[in-house]
């Protein structure tokens, strides 16, 4: 197993992201957690929970026993428990995908961190989810096309530019990135169009 270290930048922490059996690199969920200041267990808990409690005993043949099954949530983050060189000792800490952390902090309510008094955390949680959200609707309106690097900023470039509210500097920023503002407003359905004729 191959530990190396990544910067996360939300915070500015440092976790070890380890390299697993099955081909996913990992990184474990307290610090994470830490960082916003959550409740680890209650975090852990929703984790780490098995599908269907009681499912296990009822399912298995007398004398059988039935591995509890993983929850729907432990599935979409990749959860294993694995053994890390964290501050200064190997413990077994319970970890995730790294392709998967975007999804949990999904699952952690800005509101909740905020109520903690960590405003810095909850102003960051706030932003990810709206560009998160952004690109998947861009994503989505281009129909698939958003896969090659070009594409993949310019549609990035676009959620971003929506949220300009000045529309001289929202056209300059659309013809910088190389859209035709006036081709856009002469194909766009009436519906698109504001009371003054204009997508702006």
Not at 119 to 147: N, P, R, S, T, V
Not at 161 to 171: G, S, T
Request: hydrophobic share 40%; aromatic share 8%; net charge negative.
């Amino acid at each position: 197993m191959k530990s190396i270290s990544l910067n996360l930048n939300f915070a500015g922490a440092i976790l070890p992201v380890i390299e697993c059996a099955d081909g996913h690199q990992r990184v474990p969920m307290k610090p994470v957690s830490d960082i916003f200041g959550l409740d680890w267990k209650t975090q852990k808990r929703k984790i780490s929970s098995t599908a269907g409690g009681q499912e296990t005993a009822e399912s298995a043949s007398p004398g059988e026993s039935v591995p509890p099954r993983k929850s729907y949530i432990q599935t979409l983050l990749g959860v294993s428990m694995e053994e890390i060189f964290y501050a200064d000792q190997v413990r077994p800490m319970l970890c995730i995908r790294l392709d998967r952390v975007a999804g949990f902090l999904f699952t952690i309510n800005p509101e909740l961190v905020r109520a903690r008094g960590n405003e810095d955390g909850a102003a960051f949680l706030e932003q990810k989810h709206q560009e998160w959200l952004d690109l998947i609707h861009a994503y989505e309106c281009q129909c698939g096309d958003m896969f090659s690097s070009a594409s993949v900023k310019k549609v990035y470039a676009i959620a971003k530019i929506d949220r300009i509210n000045d529309p001289v500097l929202k056209r300059l920023a659309l013809t910088e990135i190389g859209i035709d503002v006036e081709l856009a407003i002469a194909n766009a359905s009436p519906a698109l169009k504001t009371a003054n004729g204009s997508l702006f």
